[in-house]
């Protein structure tokens, strides 16, 4: 049996079946995209994984009471999303520097100011999306990609809780209001006023075109191009070049600190600009979040090996660069299964790569 067929071509008496690896395969097939709906809800990698994990709990515990009045599908998503906002009402707002505060007046020491990771957004590697493009529903309002671009993570972020939670599940996932007020227990009026006042306040927040339709614009080639003319003007050190690629009101920003600044000038006196000779840096290229991105590396000493220092998430506006995003988390590497270092291999280790 196809996959995608399983929760709709189960029977509810398999569903109820005494094992637990039956209930497993019956929900497996809809693991990726639960897990990347609890990100949407909460803006961290790190915190979907819980919360899935609490999902797939609860249902297990819960499933002798389901009764089939909704499909399996909403009934998942329903005890889905509850999660995420028992969790959000446990802890802070993630935001991106960008929402943190003003632009940094003036350069800063590396290192000063860096906040707990809990305050900030979180990459989501594209591998893990799970989903094809496109929406899954005509009643949704943008894709599933488009829907997890950092730009809409951080824009879902500043929603009030079930506002959220009624936004994704009806204008991402395609949801009916009905659907959506059985899931948050209230009534269809009360969730179409919630959703007037979401997609009011997230449209002030985000920029006029996603990055699904500017990628799209570009093509691949060109995509290639642009990608592959930042990554040799930071290998070979050229700030001239660097900046030449970037809009004239390009942001820079490196959670977990802080700072931010934006705009050619003030980008040139950042960390995000090479330092050392040429060949310092290293990058390997990925995508997060729909969006090209790139492990970025420099060498360590007289090792000759490259550690990871930061993944940068590129933000396109035509064929510039208009916001670089450099997650400085190494652990993130892993997540993205990207090589741990570069070079030849500490220890007489094989060196690593990634998969695919």
Known sequence: MHAAAKIEDIGLCNARGDQEAEFLALVDSQRAELHSHCYRMLGSFHDADDALQDTLFRAWR???RFRGHSSLRTWLYRIATNVCLDAIARRPQRVLPIDYGPPSSAESS????????????????????????????????????????????AALQHLPPRQRAALILRDVLGFTAREVAATLDTTEPAINGALRR???????????????????????????????????????????AILALLTDDATF????????????????????MPSGPAGSLRYT?????????????????????????ALDVLTL???????????????TFARFDLPLWLGDPPCGAAEQTTRG
Not at 211 to 227: E, N
Not at 285 to 306: D, E, F, H, M
């Open 198 to 240: 979401a997609r009011s306040a997230i449209g002030d927040r985000l920029p006029d075109g996603s990055q699904q339709a500017t990628l799209r614009g570009l093509g691949d080639r060109r995509l290639r191009a642009i990608v592959e003319r930042f990554v040799d003007s930071f290998e070979r050190g050229d700030v001239s």
């Open 253 to 272: 920003s490196m959670p977990p600190y802080p700072q931010w600044c934006q705009g050619p000038e003030a980008i040139a006196e950042s960390w995000l």
């Open 285 to 309: 290229r990925t995508s997060a979040n729909g969006q090209p991105a790139l492990g970025t590396y420099r060498i360590q000493g007289p090792t000759g090996v490259y550690v990871p220092i």
């Open 62 to 64: 819960a499933l002798p």
């Open 317 to 331: 506006r035509g064929e510039l660069i208009a916001n670089v995003t450099a997650f400085r988390e190494p652990a």
């Open 110 to 153: 590396e290192g000063d100011g860096r906040m707990p990771a809990g305050v900030w957004i979180e990459p989501y590697p594209d591998e893990a999306l799970g989903i094809a493009d496109g929406a899954a529903d005509p009643q949704a309002r943008y894709e599933r990609r488009e829907a997890l671009e950092l730009a809409f993570i």
